[in-house]
């Protein structure tokens, strides 16, 4: 068995960024599905990498992951690491491992070693587009937590994304936690976002006033591409830090780990080399005692799909990325899509990653240009779109 096709596929959700999937075809005619993580505006960048690495791997056996993993490497990259050349190598990967799957008609975590639970927990992104009033996203909160979820994720920070911010600005954050934390209640796990835009003497400052709200973690504080400053903020907070949405490589996880950075890291699935990589990563953290949680600012099919996957199996798992304002548009091209209930996912038990999707309901939909802003269109009540019953999984915004 060869792969003999691969196609790409821009699609438009009509958010703030288009999704970048990728179809692997056989000559036996299996197919598997992968995506790339893109970032608005860098859409087609991408999708011509995964275009150019495409001829690199037709005629190969879909079975030969990790060697084909190293080819893109070594052959392709010429041993240069990058966001582009990783995401485009995961949409690959992804698709490969998914044939390989169907082929054994097994599900995928069963192929791999079996599952160390039942369900995944995920956790809440996209809900607020980051425009509203801190009463408003009270309420969108409220609605969230009545969808069924028991965590969510949000950036309490105002304005642009500075390293260095006024006290007006700090005492906004302290207020808009404490305001959530009241609203939620006492058992609802509150994940504050940073977007790796501060110094460390803010960093510490405001995580320091926002520590008696209970937490759940504060994810990347500062910039990693100097891990040490990461590192500098954990040594001085109890709260839990979270770094790893912007460390793509093995490598650059290695020196996150060395560094006592984080006591949890969330690697993207469709970033940092796929499934295999996320295996190795979450591997590596495990002597650390540091738990993943993966990011996944991608599609509730497949982003999802083999996030899903890979949670299920790793030991040191703690909870899982959801972005819901995707959910509508995603739910429209897929043939199955994936179900969440009371903050779980349920493990699919059919081969592969447990979804597929309708190609022509998807060319129907193709790349939206959305200038250099990326997409304005706001969001829909929560209401409508995330009714309690029969909540189907979907997307966000604010995980880039």
């Known amino acids: 068995m060869q792969i003999a096709r691969i196609e790409t596929f821009l699609f438009d959700p009509g958010t703030a960024k288009n999704l970048l999937f990728c179809r692997v075809e056989t000559d036996t005619g299996l197919?598997?599905?992968?995506?790339?993580?893109?970032?608005?505006?860098?859409?087609?960048?991408?999708?011509?990498?995964?275009?150019?690495?495409?001829?690199?791997?037709?005629?190969?056996?879909?079975?030969?992951?990790?060697?084909?993993?190293?080819v893109m490497f070594e052959d392709f990259a010429m041993r240069r690491a990058s966001l582009d050349l990783l995401s485009a190598w995961s949409a690959i990967e992804i698709a490969m491992w998914d044939i390989v799957a169907k082929h054994a008609k097994l599900p995928l975590y069963n192929l791999l070693g079996g599952a160390s639970r039942e369900r995944v927990r995920v956790y809440a992104n996209g809900w607020s587009n980051g425009?509203?009033?801190?009463?408003?996203?009270?309420?969108?909160?409220?609605?969230?937590?009545?969808?069924g979820f028991t965590a969510l994720k949000w950036d309490p920070f105002p304005g642009p994304w500075r390293s260095f911010i006024h006290k007006e600005d700090e005492a906004?954050?302290?207020?808009?936690v404490k305001a959530m934390r009241e609203t939620l209640g006492p058992d609802f796990t509150l994940l504050v976002e940073v977007h790796r835009r501060l110094a460390p003497?803010?960093?510490?400052?405001?995580?320091?006033?926002?520590?008696?709200?209970?937490?759940?973690?504060?994810?990347?504080?500062?910039?990693?591409?100097?891990?040490?400053?990461?590192?500098?903020?954990?040594?001085?907070?109890?709260?839990?830090?979270?770094?790893?949405?912007a460390i793509y490589s093995k490598e650059g996880f290695a020196q996150a780990l060395a560094a006592r950075a984080a006591d949890i890291i969330n690697p993207?699935?469709?970033?940092?080399?796929?499934?295999?990589?996320?295996?190795?990563?979450?591997?590596?953290?495990?002597?650390?005692?540091?738990?993943?949680a993966p990011h996944n600012y991608n599609s509730t099919l497949v982003g999802l799909a083999a996030t899903v996957t890979l949670s299920a199996m790793i030991p040191n798992f703690w909870i899982?990325?959801?972005?819901?304002?995707?959910?509508?548009?995603?739910?429209?091209?897929?043939?199955?899509?994936?179900?969440?209930?009371?903050s779980f996912v349920e493990l699919p038990t059919?081969?592969?990653?447990?979804?597929?999707?309708?190609?022509?309901?998807?060319?129907?939909?193709p790349y939206r240009d959305m200038g250099a802003r990326g997409g304005t269109k706001s969001l829909r009540s929560y209401t409508e779109e995330f009714p309690r019953k029969n909540y189907v999984v979907g997307a966000t915004r604010t995980g880039y």
């Open 131 to 147: 425009q509203e009033t801190i009463e408003q996203n009270l309420e969108r909160a409220l609605k969230v937590k009545a969808a």
């Open 31 to 70: 197919h598997g599905w992968g995506e790339a993580y893109v970032t608005p505006g860098k859409e087609q960048v991408i999708e011509l990498c995964l275009q150019a690495m495409a001829k690199y791997v037709l005629g190969r056996s879909p079975f030969n992951i990790r060697h084909t993993g190293q």
């Open 201 to 245: 003497m803010h960093a510490i400052r405001i995580g320091r006033r926002i520590a008696e709200f209970d937490v759940g973690w504060y994810e990347e504080p500062c910039l990693c591409d100097n891990i040490e400053l990461v590192a500098e903020v954990r040594r001085n907070l109890p709260i839990p830090i979270v770094t790893g949405e």
């Open 320 to 342: 899982a990325e959801c972005f819901i304002n995707l959910k509508p548009a995603c739910d429209a091209i897929a043939v199955q899509p994936l179900m969440v209930q009371d």
């Open 268 to 292: 993207d699935i469709c970033n940092c080399g796929g499934i295999t990589a996320m295996l190795d990563i979450a591997a590596m953290a495990q002597p650390h005692a540091v738990a993943v």
């Open 350 to 365: 059919v081969p592969g990653h447990g979804i597929d999707i309708d190609v022509e309901k998807l060319r129907a939909h």
């Open 172 to 176: 906004h954050v302290v207020r808009y």
